[in-house]
């Protein structure tokens, strides 16, 4: 749609009934977008280059000539150049490592068959785990003998538990001199399950408290005040400033037999919900119903 207003040759024809103000700002958002993408992407290389490459070399005398410090894990290692075994035999007194961009493109294409043999989602690439174990693969260098499913699923798991309990309870310790809000998000599984996250959120940090299946108490008002009460009490009563939840009619109610509990905390409707139904109300109107339905079919 985008270029189809602009005007730029892409995925449309451009329209020919667009004034030339509307194209060119239109234009010009598209530029800059580009311009944007391009520079994160650009960020993203150097920070994996900087993290992972060892791009200086060092020498080790004229008879062993200059090797990178890609993989070295000890002192003997400095002295031992891998070899390829494919290359030519009158070709042995003058090896060569890859340059670094060679190298760096076959272990890309390592990455990337392991993404797309696994089905793994390509925006992966950009999370901070993904470019911190990078980063410690190439500092432990050759050798590495990757962890087992059973070390995946017992040790490190376990380890990496504690370390987020660790650092939940460092956060908690925040709650008391801010004050927290409590968050309810509703949500259905594939199952069918009616399944809440409650978050508690202070201007640290929001922390996802606990996964409840609500299954057989969000359409009781009375059963979902208890469950309610019982996040209260978890989190602390005297710390809560706020619940907030959907703006359905069962935490309505809910929410105001806690507030007569609790006199010091609010319930707050979730905005992002109100803005949806609204939406939806518009999009029932006559004048934007048809309009919605043509957009669809494009």
């Given amino acids: 749609m985008k270029e189809h207003i602009a005007g730029v040759h892409g995925n449309a024809a451009p329209c020919t009934r667009v004034t030339p103000e509307v194209r060119d700002e239109i234009k010009t958002y598209l530029e800059k977008n580009d311009k944007a993408k391009k520079l994160s992407q650009l960020m993203r290389e150097e920070g994996i280059d900087h993290c992972v490459t060892l791009n200086s070399q060092t020498k080790l005398g004229s008879s062993l000539g200059s090797i990178t410090q890609r993989g070295i894990r000890g002192p003997m290692d400095r002295f031992v150049t891998v070899i390829d075994h494919g290359m030519a035999e009158e070709d042995e007194g003058n090896i060569q490592e ?92 594939m199952r069918g399950r009616q399944l809440i996250n409650f978050l508690v959120n202070n201007p640290y940090c929001t922390v996802c408290l606990k996964l409840v299946d609500a299954s057989n108490v969000v359409k009781d008002a009375k059963l979902l005040f208890n469950l309610l009460d019982e996040v209260v009490e978890e989190v602390c009563e005297d710390i809560v400033v706020q619940v907030v939840t959907d703006n359905a009619s069962n935490y309505k109610k809910a929410s105001e037999m806690l507030m007569k509990k609790s006199t010091r905390l609010w319930w707050t409707l979730c905005t992002a919900h109100c803005i949806d139904l609204i939406l939806e109300k518009i999009g029932d109107l006559p004048q934007h119903k048809n309009a919605l339905r043509k957009a669809k079919k494009v």
């Fill in 98 to 189: 890859p340059n670094e961009k060679e190298a760096r493109d076959k272990t890309s294409m390592d990455i990337g068959r392991f993404f797309f043999e696994n089905g793994i989602a390509f925006n992966v690439a950009k999370s901070p785990s993904f470019i911190n174990m990078c980063r410690s693969i190439g500092n432990f260098g050759r050798g590495l003998k990757p962890p087992t499913p059973y070390e995946l699923s017992t040790t490190i798991l376990n380890a990496e538990e504690e370390n987020t309990k660790a650092i939940v309870a460092d956060l908690k310790k925040t709650w008391t001199q801010t004050g927290v809000s409590i968050l309810s998000d509703e949500w259905k599984d």
